[in-house]
């Protein structure tokens, strides 16, 4: 993801108010809610390790790399912040290192939503048409049916009415394809109404319930220590992330535990984990700086 990867809702505020949204569905009729158990994703506690960056670190270190780790996030469009995507036309490659995927998509801020929209494109058919580029993609690189495509939400906190028609409309897309829909977001609790927190994924699981949507596999994204631990392969399940493993807006995959660059006044406990410039390398490679992830499975995407 981008260094640092996931705005929290307070910064969010400054630039588009966080006002608080009512559920909206995608631009189709919602379909019948689905059961966990017909999404067949696995709901297993984190056992393995991986990691995620916006740049392909190579041939022969990725080889190396999977010494350590059992899966990488992989790209289909261009990485927020990035002008070329590295990662496309490695899958057979990374596939015969024994790698496995969590397979991302880039999705919108919301100051690019507002934009589309005010030129004609509304948010539902702007996720729609990205879910497309996401779809094709993953067909262009080999990824099997069912793989899980996690769409990057990067703004978080309680989502504005635009931003959730524009991230449902994504997932519904992507559900009514071989794919299957899933989501990187925030699991860091922010202020929300008076004495209470919220989530980005509760907001989210709290929509796909009422509008009774394809339930979506989320990829949390929580570095406060605790509960994460830092910059380190001593990881813990995911239920010490914060957010439940199962719910019926969908089960919990994959765990992002530690960010480069450190977000400070969020790892002030588990500092001394990470690199003194503030990133976390992976053991081995002190030039390659990186996000660590925990999942439920050694190929948390199910895209060998």
């Known amino acids: 993801m981008r260094y640092p990867v996931v705005e929290l809702c307070i910064a969010a505020m400054l630039t588009c108010g ?14 019948p809610a689905q059961t966990l158990a017909s999404t067949n994703i696995p709901t297993a506690s984190a056992a393995s390790i991986g990691f995620d960056r916006n740049d392909y670190p190579g041939d022969a270190p990725m080889a190396a790399m999977h010494n350590t780790f059992a899966f990488t996030g992989y ?28 397979v991302l998509a880039n999705g919108r801020l919301d100051a690019e939503i507002l934009k589309a929209q005010k030129h004609g494109t509304t948010p539902a058919a702007l996720g729609a048409q990205d879910a497309a ?14 793989t899980i495509l996690f769409l990057d939400q990067e703004e978080g906190g309680r989502l504005l009415d ?33 004495g209470k927190t919220i989530t980005t994924i509760e907001d989210l699981r709290t929509r796909v319930q009422q509008a009774h949507l394809h ?52 790892t002030q406990s588990c500092a001394k984990t990470y690199a003194a410039d503030g990133n976390c390398y992976a053991p081995g490679f002190p030039a390659t700086f990186l996000d660590m992830d925990a999942a439920s499975s050694a190929d948390p995407s199910h895209g060998r």
């Open 75 to 102: 790209w289909l469009t261009i990485a927020p912040g990035e002008t070329t995507n590295t990662w496309i036309g490695k899958r057979t490659l990374l596939r015969q290192q024994g790698w496995g995927f969590l």
């Open 18 to 31: 966080c006002s608080h949204s009512t559920p909206q569905a995608a631009a189709d009729p919602p379909k």
């Open 133 to 146: 580029t996401a779809v094709a993609a993953a067909k262009s690189e080999g990824f099997p049916p069912k």
């Open 215 to 266: 339930p979506i596999a989320f990829f949390d994204a929580q570095d406060t220590c605790p509960p994460a631990p830092g910059c380190t392969l001593q990881t813990k399940p995911l239920s010490a992330s914060g957010e439940p493993t199962l719910s019926a807006g969908g089960p919990l995959i994959a765990w992002q535990y530690s960010q480069s660059p450190r977000r400070p006044e969020l």
């Open 162 to 194: 635009e931003q959730a028609a524009y991230l449902l409309a994504w997932t519904e897309a992507v559900a009514a394809t071989d794919f299957r829909p899933g989501v990187y977001a925030s699991g860091q609790p922010v202020p929300d109404d008076p």
